[in-house]
């Protein structure tokens, strides 16, 4: 299962849609998009999904759908991507089978070893610090609460890719990936940015 190491996980742009902000992401070099909607119907995140998938295939790109194991299925996603207390994996396995990707978020140590157990691709650690995109944050682990909770991974034999995540800006990702991180994924920052391009996903994909 291949897991990219940048990740971007869909929002409205400030002139547009999650639409117009993925193919900006896409345009720009972007090889993993996450689908996140948050409090619409499931028939309208089907309907942008539907044209997210489009898009990926468009450009070669893996596209994820957060929450809605059914709308992954449907338009053939790459994966899904499961919150703490979103449906259980198990029982997302059971609809996607085997072939599809499944990544769970974690925020401590315990949440690491659920996910690990419940058989997720990668995981999806955070927040790295506050952020607006999401409500009911959990508690924000900076840098030092990475390099202990992988510390705790690495004693534990633990090797599911870990994803940082939560307000993360340019400057923070040399240092999560120095810290052992497999990846990181953003919001915000890939959304309203207007100078990453193409070199930045070759430089962190290597």
Known sequence: ?????????????????????????LWDGG????????EKPEEEVLELAVKAS???????AKLIINDY???????DAYGLHLGLDDMPVPEAR????????????????SDI??????????????????TTTKKNLSPVLGLAGYR???QQMREAGITTPVIAIGGIELPDIDLLLSAGVHGIAVSGLLTRSNHLNEEFYVNYSR
């Open 69 to 75: 194991p059914q709308v992954a299925l449907e338009v």
């Open 1 to 25: 299962m291949i897991i990219e190491k940048i990740q971007y996980i869909s929002q409205a742009a400030e002139q547009g849609s999650h639409l117009t902000a993925i193919e900006k992401v």
């Open 31 to 38: 090889k993993w998009i996450q689908l996140r909607v948050k």
């Open 54 to 60: 489009v898009l990926c295939r468009n450009y070669g």
């Open 148 to 150: 202990m909770i992988l």
């Open 94 to 109: 059971a609809i996607l089978g085997y072939s599809k990707c499944i990544g769970g978020t974690a925020n401590t140590f």
């Open 113 to 130: 070893l659920r996910r690990v157990a419940e058989g997720v691709d990668y995981i999806g650690l955070g927040p790295y610090r506050f």
